[in-house]
């Protein structure tokens, strides 16, 4: 096989999908922005940068309702889903 071979070449792409976050109340269902690289097959996607939790930049002390025990870490949930594995039909494909 060559580099050439369209099989595989890394695509970009904009994914939206569905992730859970801890809090002090529990684990909360949130909406994630994040690019990504297609696999060869373009059957998974790879994520390479968290753009979004919730419409919001991640950072420390997000908040889903404004409650103090609805806080999570923005950064590190964000941290964590880098390199991590998602099946496209499971996501929105956005750009």
């Known amino acids: 096989m060559t580099n050439d071979d369209p099989k595989h070449v890394l695509v970009g792409v904009k ?5 859970s976050v801890k809090t002090l109340a529990g684990w909360r269902p949130v909406s994630v922005v994040a690019e990504a690289t ?5 059957k998974m996607a790879s ?5 979004t939790i919730d419409g919001e930049v991640p950072a420390r002390g997000q908040s889903r309702t404004g409650a103090k025990r609805q806080e ?3 950064v590190f949930w964000a941290n964590r889903e880098i390199g991590a594995k998602k099946r496209v039909s ?3 494909v956005i750009a």
């Open 38 to 42: 297609l696999s060869g097959t373009g």
């Open 15 to 19: 994914v939206k999908y569905q992730a």
């Open 90 to 92: 499971a996501c929105e």
């Open 72 to 74: 999570f870490d923005g």
């Open 47 to 51: 994520i390479t940068k968290v753009t």
